[in-house]
């Protein structure tokens, strides 16, 4: 099994800055891609932004110059460093990973989600 915990969420006005952090653990052989999606409420889920092992990033053009992906490898770990943050962000963040696992199976396992908010 293979557990994704984020945590880093919470409350802060619009133009303010927040640091998501997700960790990867378990039976983990190797991890592929990793990133964010994200759900308002009414809304589909979105994808924000991806990180791939190379460290090749990619992310929604809503976030574009306002939200960093990045990724420790060796820890198993990807982070999202928001900034400029606007009432329009405000959703539930999800991480997920791309893993293969320690029988060579590959699949995305995703966390719970963790709760931002942004006032204006």
């Known amino acids: 099994q293979v557990y994704l915990v984020e945590s880093g969420g919470g409350l802060v006005q619009a133009g303010g800055s927040l640091r998501l952090s997700c960790a990867a653990s378990?039976?983990?052989?190797?991890?592929?891609?990793m990133g964010w999606y994200r759900q308002a409420p009414g809304n589909q889920r979105e994808l924000v932004a991806t990180?791939?092992?190379?460290?090749?990033?990619d992310s929604v053009d809503s976030v574009k110059g306002r939200f960093t992906i990045s990724r420790d490898n060796a820890k198993n770990t990807v982070n999202l460093q928001m900034n400029n943050l606007k009432p329009e962000d405000t959703a539930v963040y999800y991480c997920?990973?791309?893993?293969?696992?320690?029988?060579?199976?590959?699949?995305?396992?995703w966390g719970r989600g963790t709760q931002v908010t942004v006032s204006s």
């Open positions: 990180i791939t092992s190379g460290g090749i990033t």
């Open positions: 997920y990973a791309d893993v293969t696992n320690l029988s060579t199976y590959r699949r995305n396992y």
């Open positions: 378990g039976s983990i052989k190797s991890i592929n891609t």
